[in-house]
């Protein structure tokens, strides 16, 4: 399984249990304190590129354009963000892809100075790599964890995501002060805080997660894995489809109805600080659920949570679509009940991968699910503005809801026709 040579030298698993439980809260404080600041960043992509875009290109059929380029950018980062972990360790891998967002959130605010959308679009594409880092930090969370604790141990990595979340669209106005105060347009206030924040979350990582949870893993003893181990230690176990199919559906859905939510309340007459304000509720809800549905995967499974997920989808869709376009309350209804979807299939697809994934080619996989998960929200984004323009946003919604609960019968398919062992039995 490609062990360092310090493995045979170390002492027994159960000698080194103290030190190891000392690193996992180290390293989870650090992804924490990184999480809240990236969380920031990644605020600024859902909250106003569509409508910087929309103002820039005077075409809001083209609006979800922007959060397209920005998830192709993370797909692409995706792949690299995981290489460079697989061979060097979580924190290069990590701190690169927010270094490489921060200049995407610079080039955004360089390119409405200069009106150009040609550089619009590649600073999007760059500004996705902080998008990456900020998911696969989960991974990193998991790293260290034992099989029948990973989900909580992801689950609180993602919680932290939380603050800065719904601290960025909160941010909206007196950000777009700062813009104005500096001479840019309004909307790249939000771009300003992102570059500082990707850049202060790479510093913290490059500075304090030492040791690196991945590299260390690895001179471990091998654990017995409950979905891993049983298969050969480069190959990943069946279960890993299923997986892949709950973070694709999740993330398409949640993507497409969220891009254009703002755009539809605009149309209706809501004005930036209203849905700044719902996209706020969103994320936080995107979030917050975190240590619930850790807990719920470790204590019903992967099955049965993956069909909640598909539920909790289809209800935020059905009352998205009847939501009137004027109704601030029903339509923030729907955006919360969409962020807590979205985050019971972050947190079970996640929980999965990660059993079915032997440690030896862990990142490297890791990254490519990723990838899926990136493409899958790129063609949400894109989609959507084009769905939207045909046949209108409820149209989107009851489509992305429906889309969604196809993942229920699959994934309960899916379990029945694996092997025993291919699915985790993560009971309390």
Same mark, same amino acid.
């Given at each position: 399984?490609?062990?360092?040579?310090?493995?045979?030298?170390?002492?027994?698993?159960?000698?080194?249990?103290?030190?190891?439980?000392?690193?996992?809260?180290?390293?989870?404080?650090?992804?924490?304190?990184?999480?809240?600041?990236?969380?920031?960043?990644?605020? +600024? &992509?859902?909250?106003?590129?569509? $409508? /910087?875009?929309?103002?820039?290109? #005077?075409?809001?059929?083209?609006?979800? =354009? %922007? !959060?397209?380029?920005?998830?192709?950018?993370?797909?692409?980062?995706?792949?690299?963000?995981?290489?460079?972990?697989?061979?060097?360790?979580?924190?290069?891998?990590?701190?690169?892809?927010?270094?490489?967002?921060?200049?995407?959130?610079?080039?955004?605010?360089?390119?409405?100075?200069?009106?150009?959308?040609?550089?619009?679009?590649?600073?999007?594409?760059?500004?996705?790599?902080?998008?990456?880092?900020?998911?696969?930090?989960?991974?990193?969370?998991?790293?260290?964890?034992?099989?029948?604790?990973?989900?909580?141990?992801?689950?609180?990595?993602?919680?932290?995501?939380? +603050? &800065?979340?719904?601290?960025?669209? $909160? /941010?909206?106005?007196?950000?777009? #002060?700062?813009?104005?105060?500096?001479? =840019? %347009? !309004?909307?790249?206030?939000?771009?300003?805080?992102?570059?500082?924040?990707?850049?202060?979350?790479?510093?913290?990582?490059?500075?304090?997660?030492?040791?690196?949870?991945?590299?260390?893993?690895?001179?471990?003893?091998?654990?017995?894995?409950?979905?891993?181990?049983?298969?050969?230690?480069?190959?990943?176990?069946?279960?890993?489809?299923?997986?892949?199919?709950?973070?694709?559906?999740?993330?398409?859905?949640?993507?497409?109805?969220?891009?254009?939510?703002?755009?539809?309340?605009?149309?209706?007459?809501?004005?930036?600080?209203?849905?700044?304000?719902?996209?706020?509720?969103?994320?936080?809800?995107?979030?917050?659920?975190?240590?619930?549905?850790?807990?719920?995967?470790?204590?019903?499974?992967?099955?049965?949570?993956?069909?909640?997920?598909?539920?909790?989808?289809?209800?935020?869709?059905?009352?998205?679509?009847?939501?009137?376009?004027?109704?601030?309350?029903?339509?923030?209804?729907?955006?919360?009940?969409?962020?807590?979807?979205?985050?019971?299939?972050?947190?079970?697809?996640?929980?999965?991968?990660?059993?079915?994934?032997?440690?030896?080619?862990?990142?490297?996989?890791?990254?490519?699910?990723?990838?899926?998960?990136?493409?899958?929200?790129?063609?949400?984004?894109?989609?959507?503005?084009?769905?939207?323009?045909?046949?209108?946003?409820?149209?989107?919604?009851?489509?992305?809801?429906?889309?969604?609960?196809?993942?229920?019968?699959?994934?309960?398919?899916?379990?029945?026709?694996?092997?025993?062992?291919?699915?985790?039995?993560?009971?309390?």
């Amino acid at each position: 399984m490609g062990h360092s040579p310090l493995a045979s030298t170390r002492t027994p698993p159960t000698a080194d249990f103290p030190s190891i439980s000392a690193v996992q809260k180290r390293t989870l404080t650090v992804l924490l304190v990184s999480q809240v600041l990236s969380g920031v960043g990644l605020a +600024a &992509g859902v909250t106003v590129a569509g $409508l /910087l875009a929309g103002q820039m290109l #005077h075409d809001t059929s083209l609006s979800g =354009l %922007p !959060v397209a380029l920005l998830t192709a950018g993370s797909a692409v980062t995706a792949v690299a963000v995981g290489r460079v972990s697989q061979r060097l360790g979580r924190r290069p891998g990590l701190t690169a892809g927010y270094l490489t967002g921060a200049l995407g959130g610079a080039g955004v605010v360089a390119s409405a100075a200069l009106d150009s959308p040609a550089l619009l679009f590649v600073s999007l594409f760059l500004y996705g790599a902080g998008t990456t880092s900020n998911l696969q930090a989960r991974y990193a969370g998991a790293d260290l964890a034992a099989p029948r604790q990973r989900a909580r141990a992801t689950s609180t990595v993602i919680v932290a995501t939380t +603050a &800065g979340g719904i601290a960025g669209p $909160l /941010l909206t106005t007196p950000a777009g #002060h700062l813009a104005t105060a500096l001479h =840019l %347009p !309004v909307l790249t206030g939000l771009f300003l805080l992102s570059t500082a924040a990707f850049t202060l979350a790479a510093l913290t990582l490059l500075i304090w997660l030492r040791p690196d949870p991945l590299v260390l893993a690895r001179t471990l003893p091998a654990a017995s894995d409950e979905g891993a181990s049983a298969h050969s230690s480069a190959r990943p176990g069946p279960g890993l489809l299923v997986g892949v199919v709950v973070l694709v559906l999740s993330q398409l859905v949640m993507v497409a109805v969220m891009t254009m939510t703002p755009i539809h309340m605009h149309a209706h007459g809501l004005g930036t600080a209203a849905s700044g304000l719902v996209i706020a509720l969103h994320t936080g809800s995107m979030y917050l659920p975190s240590p619930l549905a850790g807990r719920l995967v470790d204590r019903f499974g992967a099955t049965a949570m993956s069909v909640v997920t598909a539920g909790t989808l289809l209800t935020a869709g059905v009352v998205a679509a009847l939501a009137p376009g004027h109704s601030f309350t029903l339509l923030t209804l729907a955006l919360v009940l969409l962020g807590v979807g979205w985050n019971f299939g972050l947190v079970t697809g996640t929980a999965i991968v990660t059993n079915s994934t032997p440690l030896a080619t862990r990142a490297k996989v890791q990254g490519l699910v990723d990838v899926a998960v990136a493409v899958a929200g790129a063609v949400g984004g894109l989609a959507s503005g084009i769905v939207v323009a045909a046949t209108g946003y409820p149209i989107l919604a009851v489509l992305c809801g429906a889309l969604a609960f196809a993942a229920a019968p699959a994934a309960v398919v899916a379990a029945h026709r694996s092997p025993a062992r291919a699915w985790p039995t993560w009971s309390g």
